[in-house]
């Protein structure tokens, strides 16, 4: 069935973002964020234009295994990015390119687009999530996991949304895990976090309905104390490349109400 993906210019109708989602020519849109009664394999939501967005509860989705071997295809391709390639991602991104290679970007070349591995709570890894200008989507064969970045473990672990975001704060000095879009992926981040010994969770959220309806839901899943921060920019990284600091988000949640 035919579809588009949605652009900056030409926004999802359900969630007014212009990143993830897919419109299809029979009135259906998938919907990345905002949950309806009729998930999607993709890990989204199905939407008739028609309909006003609801919210729902996800049922959570059964393990399947991977079908692709996602550690061999990250392993090749990381051996064959060049430097240059990857420091200009990293000059389009706003950071540097030690952070990208902590969240294990590659260049993929049978899809023309950059790679990042998706990952179980115990660091296998379980499906790439791909990225180029065309939009975001997934190799054939993969589960959806998180993105977890090699650093050293802290007390405190930000809880990101998507790659990016995840390199952003590795960026600006924190432990960062990235959940998958911003209502999934909590369950595994509590894995990781427990392996990893983190004290408390902070989960980084857009400043909508959507992402703070999905922070709270996944700060659920976690099981551990956690707080909510909203950067004062478009997102994470926007936040890094506008000369944001660990400092200014520490300040801020000292006067944030952390859940127990």
Not at 17 to 24: A, E, N, Q, S, Y
Not at 180 to 202: F, I, L, Q, S
């Amino acid at each position: 069935m035919s579809f588009t993906r949605v652009t900056r210019t030409n926004a999802c109708p359900v969630c007014n973002r212009g990143d993830w989602c897919r419109v299809f020519a029979d009135g259906w849109v998938e919907c990345m964020r905002v949950r309806s009664d009729k998930p999607a394999k993709s890990g989204g939501w199905m939407h008739r234009i028609d309909e006003p967005a609801r919210c729902y509860m996800r049922p959570p989705p059964k393990w399947q295994p991977p079908t692709i071997n996602a550690t061999k295809l990250m392993r090749d391709w990381v051996a064959g990015t060049s430097a240059a390639a990857l420091a200009g991602l990293a000059a389009s991104l706003g950071v540097s390119t030690a952070s990208l290679v902590a969240v294990g970007a590659a260049w993929a070349p049978p899809h023309a687009a950059w790679a990042f591995p998706m990952c179980d709570g115990y660091g296998n890894v379980v499906g790439i999530r791909l990225r180029n200008e065309r939009g975001k989507f997934a190799v054939r064969g993969s589960r959806q996991g998180v993105f977890l970045a090699a650093v050293p473990a802290q007390k405190t672990l930000f809880v990101c949304e998507g790659p990016t975001d995840t390199a952003a704060a590795v960026e600006l000095g924190l432990f960062a895990a990235g959940r998958p879009n911003c209502c999934c992926g909590g369950v595994e981040v509590r894995t990781y976090a427990r392996r990893h010994e983190c004290a408390h969770a902070v989960i980084v959220s857009d400043n909508d309905k959507p992402g703070l309806d999905g922070a709270r839901r996944v700060g659920a899943e976690l099981r551990m104390p956690y707080a909510i921060y909203v950067p004062p920019a478009k997102d994470l990284r926007e936040f890094c490349r506008l000369g944001g600091s660990r400092s200014m988000i520490e300040n801020t949640l000292r006067g944030t109400v952390w859940n127990v």
